[in-house]
Structure formats: structure tokens, C-alpha cells
């Protein structure tokens, strides 16, 4: 806008410059030059056109912005419809994988459940039944290893006690393949363990570490890996 302003302040000032010399080219004599003076009345227009031709481009730059920001108005509508369905898809897909995740946290957790009532479901009828392999067990112990094994011992009592010995390990086949399982620690000199073993006394004893079980009063069971019922024993303590 500035370049129009002195393109066309030059322009002037030629066409000035034209006129004033015809005068003196018609009549064959040089025309007295006066010297220019500066003059505030020659620049003020000057001024007055860059101001305005500034003020029209502003103008104008000014109504493109409103019409920009009017076309933007004009499009809000649809942005903001946009971004809500983006919410609205962001939300629907978090409530998705949260039920999904509830969904197999639930079937893990039937599935535990439906395992732990398979394998514990006899746990009544094995504590009652454990008292009936005690019974068997005490009648077995009852006889002493020397008259079943001599050669004059009474063949009655060692048929009745070999019967009574497989019928014994017959029965613990049976309640293993179930999940019951009878065990003794004085059998290898296990340390005492309060989860699986109840101490019913103490006693000091040569050759045997502290914490040592050496005596069984009363077997214990486990029913899949759970202590059913806890072995009662005699624990060493020398100290």
C-alpha cells in the first residue's frame, strides 16, 4: 500500500512538472527556475493518502478475519459433535474392557470355586471316617509282630491279622485315589511342624535333635493337600 502511495506521488508531481514546462518550450525562451522550497502543504496529503489506503487495508484485513472466524463459528457445531462421539467411544470402550475383565475374574473365580467343592466335598464323611482307619489301625497294633511271625504261632490269629492287613491297605489305595492321604511323622524323624503336627508333650532324649518327632499317639490325614486332621506326637527337647 505504501509503494501505491509514492507510485502515484510521483506520478503527480511528473505531470506537475509537465505542465509548468510547456509555457516556456511554445515560447522559445528557458523559464526562470525558482528554487523548491519544502512545504508542510505538499507532504500533509502525503500523509493523509498513506493513512487512508492503511486504514482501507486494515479494514479489510479485519473483515477477512471476521469472515474466517465466522466460517469457524459456522463449523463449531460439527467439532464439537465430533469430539463428543470421540468421548462418547472412548467411554463405551473402557466400560467394554471392564466387563470383559470382571467377566473372566468371574470364571476364574467359579472355577476355583467348583474345584475347591470337588476336591472338598467329602471332607465331612472323611472326618468321619477317619475314626474307623483308627479303630483298624489300633486292632492291627494290637497283636504283637513276634506271634505272627514265629513258627508255632496260631494260624487262625495270623489269617485273621494278614486279612485284617489287607483289608487296611485296601482301604488307603481307595481313600488316596480321592484325595485322602494318612501320614506319620515319627516314621522318619520329621521336625516338628505346628501346621501339620500337635504336640502333646515333651521329653528330652540322647542322640535326637531338639524339635524331633519321635512318637505318634495319633496319625494324621490330609484330604488334597489340606491338613484334615493334624498328627498328635511326642517332640525331643534336650535343652
Do not use: W
Not at 484485513?61 to 463459528?73: D, H, I, P, V
Not at 475314626?131 to 494260624?155: C, F, G, I, M, Q
Amino acid at each position: 500500500m505504501i509503494q501505491r502511495a509514492l507510485l502515484r506521488q510521483s506520478r503527480a508531481f511528473s505531470s506537475r512538472s509537465s505542465l509548468a514546462a510547456r509555457p516556456s518550450i511554445l515560447s522559445g525562451t528557458q523559464p526562470h527556475r525558482t528554487p523548491l522550497r519544502p512545504s508542510r502543504y505538499t507532504t500533509s496529503p502525503r500523509c493523509y493518502s498513506t493513512t487512508a489506503e492503511a486504514t482501507n487495508g486494515a479494514e479489510g484485513e479485519a473483515s477477512a478475519a471476521e469472515s474466517t472466524q465466522a466460517e469457524t463459528k459456522e463449523e463449531d457445531p460439527v467439532k464439537k459433535e465430533l469430539e463428543a462421539k470421540n468421548r462418547e467411544v472412548i467411554d463405551l470402550k473402557d466400560k467394554y474392557l471392564r466387563a470383559v475383565a470382571d467377566f473372566r475374574n468371574l470364571q476364574e473365580r467359579t472355577k476355583r470355586d467348583m474345584q475347591a467343592a470337588n476336591n472338598f466335598a467329602i471332607q465331612r464323611f472323611a472326618k468321619d471316617l477317619v475314626d474307623s482307619v483308627d479303630n483298624l489301625d489300633r486292632a492291627l497294633t494290637t497283636v504283637p509282630p513276634e506271634k505272627v511271625t514265629a513258627e508255632d504261632s496260631n494260624k487262625d490269629l495270623v489269617s485273621l491279622y494278614e486279612g485284617l492287613k489287607m483289608t487296611e491297605r485296601i482301604l488307603m489305595q481307595t481313600l488316596k485315589k480321592h484325595g485322602l492321604e494318612r501320614f506319620d511323622p515319627s516314621e522318619n524323624g520329621e521336625k516338628f511342624d505346628p501346621n501339620l503336627h500337635e504336640a502333646t508333650f515333651q521329653t528330652p532324649m540322647k542322640g535326637k535333635e531338639d524339635g524331633t518327632a519321635f512318637l505318634t499317639q495319633q496319625k494324621g490325614f490330609m484330604l488334597n493337600g489340606r491338613v484334615l486332621r493334624a498328627a498328635k506326637v511326642g517332640v525331643v527337647k534336650n535343652s
